[in-house]
């Protein structure tokens, strides 16, 4: 066991997860070793979901053969937690973001000339499916319905994807998959029933004040606290906005306040970061001029980065 899977273990039991949860994860990675050529697929994170009763809902899905629906709005920690899983459970990952021009083709794969035969060029549904892999569907309501169909098999109990004109896919018993969506986004539709059945479906709540507390806290130990709130501060109050329809969600953005305070720890003036990492993500003047509107009320132009962090 690597560091950051101790790390994650342990912040897990903070969290108050059962041991005997985690107890049951480690089995099932002793019973499903992983090849050395696979390991590198294995995601490497430093951040951590934090949320007790997601994390226990999807381990126990997880555990008992089911496959995952994460579902909640934009900045709620859904690819993080994705990521998350398939370290806990050291399984190899393989990502398909759907868009309108993902086909069939593109989950399981097409016909290709090699060595003067034609051969089938797997895609990362047929990869994951043979290797054991956690297969990541995101954003899983842009896809197209021909696109999902050919998947009803391998998504419920048969495990099995039928390729014309090659041989079944019988999918590893360490096959999972994790689909992700957001109701918010453009392109985005309702899914059928047929595939929203074939999954354990999970509400990831909007982040509150004391877990996006924590998440700043972990990810910036050396940060002033008082002043790390304030950041804290500014995506609550952006939140709040885009909840009552005054911006839309592109500045709510925790990527982009992680982002905007690595460059502070690094030098950078903190307006300055928070307008590359919050207030450049709208392009409309009349939103833009609210979002710095809320920053400013928050950060002020006097700081500077060792302000915000004392040691630089």
């Not at 593109?106 to 003067?116: K, Q």
């Not at 074939?198 to 050396?222: A, H, S, V, Y």
Request: glycine share 6%; with cysteine.
């Amino acid at each position: 066991m690597n560091e950051f899977d101790n790390n994650m273990n342990e912040n897990l039991l903070r969290q108050g997860i059962r041991k005997s949860l985690l107890d049951d994860v480690s089995y099932f990675k002793k019973e499903h070793i992983l090849s050395e050529e696979l390991k590198d697929r294995i995601p490497l994170t430093n951040e951590i979901f934090i949320g007790k009763d997601i994390w226990e809902m999807c381990i126990t899905a997880i555990l008992e053969g089911e496959n995952i629906l994460l579902i909640g709005q934009k900045a709620t920690g859904k690819n993080v937690l994705a990521d998350n899983i398939c370290q806990l459970f050291g399984r190899p990952q393989w990502s398909t973001s759907f868009h309108v021009n993902t086909d069939s083709a593109s989950l399981i794969g097409t016909d290709t000339f090699i060595e003067n035969e034609v051969k089938l060029r797997r895609g990362s549904v047929y990869e994951c499916g043979k290797n054991g892999g956690f297969g990541i569907f995101d954003e899983i309501n842009m896809a197209k319905n021909d696109a999902m169909v050919v998947l009803h098999s391998a998504l419920d109990y048969r495990k099995v994807i039928d390729v014309p004109g090659y041989d079944k896919i019988h999918l590893h018993i360490a096959t999972r998959f994790i689909g992700t969506m957001n109701y918010d986004y453009a392109g985005t539709k309702d899914l059928n029933e047929a595939l929203v059945s074939r999954f354990m479906t999970i509400q990831i709540p909007q982040i509150g004040k004391e877990t996006l507390q924590k998440i700043l806290n972990m990810n910036f130990p050396d940060a002033n606290t008082d002043l790390l709130t304030q950041f804290v501060g500014v995506f609550l109050d952006l939140q709040e906005k885009a909840m009552n329809s005054e911006i839309s969600t592109k500045s709510v953005d925790l990527r982009g306040i992680i982002a905007s305070l690595k460059t502070i720890r690094r030098g950078l003036k903190p307006l300055n970061a928070i307008s590359m990492g919050i207030i450049g993500k709208t392009f409309d003047q009349y939103e833009k001029e609210i979002v710095m509107d809320v920053v400013r009320t928050r950060i002020c132009d006097v700081w500077e980065s060792n302000d915000v962090f004392p040691q630089n």
